[in-house]
C-alpha cells in the first residue's frame, strides 16, 4: 500500500512538472534546456516529457545538427528514413548498416556530406560506391565495412575507382571486406586512382605485391614545385609482411605518421618473403613516425615472426625514438633484452601492447622505475611468463589508465592492492588470471575510476567475489559500465542479483557459458533494475550458452522488460529453440533491438557479416 500510494504521488508530481514545462517559452526551452544537451539520445529522452519539448527538438534542433552518430543500433530502412528526414543540416553521418540495402542510402547521399562512416555492411554491395562518388564528391572522409559476398573482384575494383576518381578532396579513406574467404585482389591497383588530397588510407585485406606497388605509387615527390602525396596514416591486413614492403613504405613514404600492418599467413614464409631484422632497421627512415604496429596473426596458421630477435628491437628502438605507441604481436624469438630495449629508449612511450611473446618474461620490466617513459596503456596480451611481480612495477606507473593482462595466467591477487591505488585507470582485462574472491574484496574497498572490468575465465572467483566488488564501498560501484563474467562456473543466480542491485552503473554485461545462472537471474535484471532510482539501464548483455536459462526466458525480452536494451546474445541457449513467432514479435516490438544467435563478441564486433536482417 505504501509504494502504491508513493507511485501516485510521483505521477502526480510528475504531471504538475510537465504542465509547467509546457508554459515555459519555447525560446527559453531551445536556448537554455535543448541546445545544451546536444547528443541525440538525451534530445529524444527529454522530447517524450511534454508536447512542447517534442515539439522544440522537432523543430528548432534537430534540423540545424550537422552530426549524426547511430553505430550503437541496427535500424532498418523504415526507421532509418523517419529518422534521417528530420535532419536538414547533416554533413557528418554514421550508420550501423546490418539491416540496410543500398537503396535505403540513396536519399541522403548529398553534395553537404563530408563525412560518411558505415559499419556492418552486410546487405549492401560495392554498387553503393558508385552512389557515394556521384551524391558526395565533397567528402573528405569515407569509412565502409563490406561483407563478402563472392561477387567478381573487378566489379568491386571499377566501382571503388569510380567513387575516388569522382571524390577528388578525399582525406580519409577505410575500406574493409569481411568474411572467412576474401579475395585480396579486391584492391589491386586503388593506387591509380586516389586522390592526392588523401592522408590516411586503411585497407583490409590486401596481396603484399598491391601492397608494394601502392607505396611505390605514393612515393612523395621529391621536386618542391611538385603537389604529391602526403601519406601520415596506413594501415593494412597483408597475407605477409616481408622485408621487401617496408623497404618500399620506408623509402617512398617518409612523412609516415602512423603504421599499422597485420598479416595473416596460411603456412610458413619462404626465408626470402618475411620479415627479419633488416626490414626493421629500414623504418628508421621514417622519421616523424610515432605510432607502429607489427602483428602476425594465429588466425590461419601458428606461426610467428621467426626470423626476428633482440637484435631486430635494438635496431628498432634505435632509429625509431620518436615513438608514442607500440603494438606488437607473434615476436615469439624476441626475449626481454628487446622488449626492454623500446621501455628505455623511446622516451615519449605512453602505449605498449605486446602479444604471444613466448619469452617476455617480469625481467623486461625489472627497471622500469628508472625508464624514462610515461606509460598510459599496457597490454601484455598471451604472455604466460608475465607475474604479478610486472604488475606490481606497472603500478609505478601513476598515469597508467589501460592495464589488460588476458592471458596472463600466473597473474594473482598479490598484485591487486598495487592495482587498487592507480587513481587514473579506468579499464583493467585480467581474463584467465589466477584472482580469487579476497583479489576481488582489494579492488572492491579500493579507488581506482575502473568503468571496464574483464574477469572472464578466473575460475576461482565466486559470487561472494561480485559481492565483495560491488559492496565494498570502494569507487569500483560508482564507475563500472561495462563488466565481462564470461566462462566463469562459479557464478550463479546469486552474483547476477548482486549486479542488478548495486550495479547502477553498469550497461553492459557478458555472463556467457555461465551454467548456473537461470532465468531467476534475467528477470532481476528484466525488472528490479527497472525499479531502483538512479539507476542506468543494460544496452548490451550476453548469455551465449547459458545452458540453465529456459525457453520461456525469451518472454523477459518483449515489453516494458529491459528498457534501453539494444543487444542481446543469445546463441546456444534454450531461448532459441522457441518458436520463430514469438522472436518475430519481438522484433517488431523492438526494432532497435539486436538478437544475436550466432555467438558473436558484445555488439556483433565480429561475425555480423553472417547475420540475416
Request: proline content about 3%; overall charge neutral.
Amino acid at each position: 500500500m505504501f509504494f502504491d500510494r508513493l507511485f501516485l504521488e510521483r505521477e502526480e508530481e510528475r504531471e504538475i512538472e510537465v504542465e509547467m514545462m509546457d508554459g515555459l517559452p519555447s525560446c527559453l526551452i531551445n536556448e537554455e534546456i535543448l541546445w545544451k544537451m546536444l547528443d541525440l539520445q538525451t534530445l529524444c529522452t527529454v522530447a517524450c516529457v511534454s508536447k512542447s519539448l517534442r515539439f522544440s527538438v522537432d523543430t528548432e534542433v534537430l534540423p540545424y545538427l550537422d552530426s549524426l552518430d547511430l553505430s550503437i543500433v541496427s535500424i532498418d530502412e523504415h526507421a532509418l528514413y523517419h529518422i534521417l528526414s528530420r535532419f536538414k543540416s547533416l554533413n557528418t553521418l554514421t550508420l550501423n548498416c546490418q539491416r540496410l540495402y543500398g537503396s535505403s542510402l540513396l536519399p541522403f547521399l548529398a553534395p553537404q556530406i563530408q563525412q560518411l562512416n558505415l559499419f556492418s555492411c552486410s546487405l549492401l554491395s560495392s554498387s553503393v560506391l558508385n552512389s557515394i562518388g556521384t551524391n558526395c564528391p565533397f567528402l573528405r572522409v569515407l569509412a565502409v565495412e563490406f561483407a563478402d559476398h563472392g561477387s567478381p573482384p573487378i566489379l568491386f575494383r571499377k566501382n571503388v575507382a569510380y567513387m575516388l576518381n569522382k571524390c577528388q578532396y578525399l582525406e580519409r579513406l577505410s575500406l574493409k571486406i569481411k568474411g572467412t574467404e576474401v579475395d585480396a585482389s579486391a584492391f589491386q591497383s586503388i593506387e591509380f586512382s586516389l586522390p592526392r588530397s588523401i592522408k590516411f588510407l586503411k585497407l583490409k585485406p590486401m596481396l603484399e605485391n598491391n601492397a608494394i606497388h601502392l607505396a611505390n605509387r605514393l612515393s612523395v615527390s621529391k621536386s618542391p614545385s611538385s603537389s604529391g602525396f602526403v601519406l601520415q596514416f596506413l594501415s593494412l591486413l597483408l597475407d605477409v609482411i616481408t622485408d621487401r614492403l617496408l623497404v618500399a613504405i620506408a623509402n617512398s613514404l617518409p612523412l609516415l605518421v602512423e603504421l599499422h600492418l597485420e598479416d595473416r599467413p596460411d603456412k610458413e614464409p619462404l626465408p626470402g618473403l618475411d620479415l627479419t631484422n633488416g626490414g626493421l632497421h629500414f623504418l628508421g627512415s621514417c622519421h616523424f613516425l610515432t605510432d607502429l604496429s607489427l602483428k602476425r596473426s594465429r588466425q590461419n596458421y601458428q606461426g610467428s615472426f621467426k626470423r626476428i630477435n633482440d637484435m631486430g628491437m635494438f635496431l628498432l628502438s634505435q632509429r625509431c625514438k620518436a615513438l608514442e605507441s607500440v603494438r606488437l604481436s607473434g615476436f615469439s624469438k624476441v626475449s626481454d633484452a628487446g622488449f626492454a630495449s623500446l621501455l628505455h629508449t623511446c622516451q615519449k612511450l605512453k602505449k605498449f601492447e605486446v602479444r604471444n611473446a613466448f619469452l617476455l618474461s617480469d625481467l623486461a620490466f625489472h627497471d622500469l622505475i628508472q625508464a624514462p617513459c610515461t606509460l598510459v596503456e599496457v597490454r601484455l596480451l598471451s604472455c604466460g611468463l608475465i607475474t604479478s611481480e610486472t604488475v606490481k612495477k606497472l603500478a609505478f606507473s601513476r598515469s597508467l589508465e589501460v592495464l589488460d593482462l588476458c592471458g596472463c595466467k600466473s597473474v594473482a591477487d598479490s598484485c591487486l592492492s598495487s592495482i587498487s591505488c592507480l587513481q587514473r585507470l579506468t579499464t583493467l582485462n585480467l581474463t584467465g588470471a589466477d584472482i580469487t574472491d579476497s583479489g576481488l574484496s582489494v579492488i572492491g574497498q579500493g579507488n581506482t575510476p575502473i568503468s571496464y572490468l574483464c574477469l572472464r575465465g578466473c575460475k576461482r572467483i565466486t559470487d561472494k567475489g561480485i559481492s565483495f566488488l560491488l559492496c565494498g564501498g570502494g569507487a569500483i560501484a560508482q564507475t563500472l559500465s561495462s563488466l565481462d563474467l564470461g566462462y566463469m562456473p562459479g557464478i550463479s543466480d546469486n552474483g547476477i542479483l548482486t549486479i542488478a542491485t548495486f550495479g547502477r552503473e553498469i550497461t553492459e554485461l557478458c555472463i556467457r557459458s555461465c551454467f548456473y545462472v537461470t532465468d531467476l537471474a534475467m528477470r532481476a535484471l528484466a525488472t528490479k533494475r527497472r525499479s531502483q532510482d538512479r539507476s542506468k539501464q543494460l544496452c548490451r548483455v550476453d548469455v551465449f550458452n547459458c545452458v540453465g536459462l529456459s525457453a520461456d526466458a525469451l518472454k523477459l525480452l518483449r515489453k516494458p522488460l529491459f528498457r534501453g536494451l539494444r543487444w542481446i546474445g543469445i546463441g546456444k541457449t534454450h531461448l532459441t529453440s522457441k518458436e520463430d513467432t514469438m522472436i518475430t514479435e519481438i522484433q517488431k516490438e523492438r526494432p532497435w533491438l539486436t538478437l544475436c544467435m550466432d555467438g558473436c563478441e558484445m555488439q556483433c564486433h565480429d561475425g555480423w557479416q553472417f547475420h540475416s536482417p
